[in-house]
């Protein structure tokens, strides 16, 4: 039985704020400003009036997807690790999109060589994370992900899971700490590589 390493895309694959702060710019006259927060107080209008709120946010957003999604740009050593990692290991591409976005980011990614299968999902992850560790047989399983929302409900629902927490973002990263349910924090591919590639070897869930 393969070991199963599971990975977010945005942020850990594929860079997305610094361009979706371009096009914000471009498009609406947003000045966008991640610090880790909440996006929709990451934005602030050019012409002073209010904010956008959550839904003018998820909208934006929304917009991007998948329209602007050619702006995107692959993440350093990100494209390499996963070709290794695959000799030995079976990949899922996890993304927080909506199902009508799957094939977009199918064809996005195989243009950046990174053709791994790719699941679509909203909101926490737990639940499907659970169901692919089922799915390929309770292998040992490294999940990936930028947001501690994430980690949280993989703790959670598939405990036994390896969690590593990876922000790609050099203007973001620093800004968010370690989130408290992943078991260590990487935002390098090359290291990152070394440490999945440790827990595959060692073939132990996480906690053993």
Not at 140 to 157: M, N, P, Q, R
Not at 171 to 195: G, Q, S, T, Y
Request: charged content about 25%.
């Amino acid at each position: 039985m393969k070991p199963l390493l599971i990975c977010d895309c945005d942020e850990v694959l594929l860079h997305m704020v610094r361009h979706f702060g371009v096009w914000l710019g471009e498009t609406h006259d947003i000045d966008f400003t991640p610090n880790g927060a909440d996006f929709a107080a990451s934005m602030k209008r050019r012409d002073g009036s209010p904010a956008p709120s959550r839904e003018e946010m998820w909208g934006m957003l929304d917009q991007f997807f998948p329209a602007e999604m050619e702006r995107q740009t692959l993440v350093p050593h990100a494209r390499e690790a996963l070709a290794r990692l695959s000799e030995t290991a079976d990949i899922v591409i996890l993304t927080n999109l909506g199902d009508h976005v799957r094939q977009a980011r199918i064809e996005q990614l195989a243009r950046f060589g990174i053709e791994h299968r790719v699941e679509t999902n909203q909101g926490g992850k737990g639940d499907p994370v659970a169901r692919l560790v089922r799915e390929h047989g309770d292998p040992v399983t490294v999940f990936v992900d930028d947001l501690g929302v994430h980690h949280e409900s993989v703790a959670k629902h598939a405990p036994q899971v390896h969690r590593l927490h990876m922000i790609s973002e050099p203007a973001l990263a620093p800004n968010v700490p370690k989130a408290p349910a992943a078991h260590v924090r990487i935002d390098d591919w090359r290291e990152a590589e070394v440490w999945i590639a440790s827990r595959f070897s060692a073939g132990l869930p996480a906690g053993a």
